[in-house]
């Protein structure tokens, strides 16, 4: 088996692979499979390389799987020789709960689970909107308040060990125009001039919204602020024709945000565990 760049004319089917390729596997010039090398460093000094890999289901259960693994793990460690890091550099794979087949791949390559991602919906019903704790407010958003969310993450979430990567603000100003543009889904919560707690919601596609933002600063917790600005942002979103609800939080999260979620009428509809390995 041999691994080459991907040409354009290659024809992989990036989305029966669940990522865009940057390598094809073949065999004796047929095509196996495909695979991409992701990299970053996140906010708490790890290195990581994300290797993403996919078999054609015809030739699953032959050893490709583990040659393509392998093989990508060498290209890790070569990247990492010519660009070194402080931090702890580790390989990452991704899979799907129940997809016993990477599991068990990734397992006998000794990779453990990190952390969990899970998927939480809730079918907006109306709900009726909670009190904000007393000397607070909310304001309408707009992008004068692009750099107090920012920062405000920043604060909260910098410090996170599980899989946190702190962009810059010129980063997040780009996110914010391309994957939550719409101001009318944000809800945010004021004490006088500073951010207490935000909710961000965007429109994935037409009734449904993700949540990719939610925060509440440490003086503002355990008084209800994030449960209320959920309510008002639900609100929102209904105002704007959304009925469901989905939001990715960590099974992990130290500040156990899947029970509060599931207090609102969340629930859990996928989990997607995340592996690594030492390099």
């Known amino acids: 088996m041999d691994l080459r760049a991907l040409a354009v004319t290659d024809g992989v089917d990036a989305v029966r692979a669940g990522f865009t390729p940057e390598f094809v596997a073949l065999d004796n ?3 196996i499979g495909c695979t991409a090398l992701r990299w970053w460093d996140e906010s708490d000094g790890t ?5 993403l890999g996919w078999v054609e289901p015809v030739f699953r259960g032959r050893g490709y799987g583990r040659q393509i693994l392998a093989w990508q793990e060498a290209q890790a ?13 580790l390989y990452g794979g991704n899979t799907r709960e129940h997809d016993p087949s990477v599991e068990a791949l990734l397992r006998a390559a000794g990779y453990q689970v990190a952390f969990t991602r899970v998927h939480l919906t809730l079918d907006l019903d109306g709900a009726p ?6 000397g607070l407010e909310l304001r309408a958003a707009s992008t004068d308040h692009h750099r107090a969310v920012f920062e ?13 990567v702190q962009d810059t603000f010129e980063e997040f100003e780009r996110e914010a125009a391309d994957d939550f543009p719409d101001h009318e889904l944000w809800t945010l919560a004021y004490d006088g001039d500073q951010l207490a707690g935000w909710v961000i919601s965007t429109e994935e596609e037409e009734g449904l919204a993700d949540t990719p933002w939610v925060g509440v600063r440490p003086a503002y917790r355990r008084q209800g602020l994030a449960s209320a600005l959920l309510r008002a ?3 929102q979103l209904l105002d704007h024709g959304i009925t469901t609800s989905g939001i990715w939080t960590l099974a992990e999260n130290p500040t156990g945000s899947v029970a509060p979620y599931e ?3 969340y629930h859990e509809d996928a989990r997607q565990p995340r592996y690594r390995k030492p390099v």
């Open 29 to 31: 010039d047929q095509l």
């Open 47 to 51: 290195r990581l390389y994300l290797l």
């Open 77 to 89: 460690r070569e990247h990492l020789a010519a660009n070194p890091t402080d931090g702890t550099a």
């Open 129 to 134: 909107l909670t009190d904000l704790p007393p």
């Open 152 to 164: 405000a993450n920043a604060e909260v979430f910098s410090d996170r060990t599980l899989g946190y």
């Open 233 to 235: 942002n639900h609100a």
């Open 263 to 265: 207090s609102l009428g």
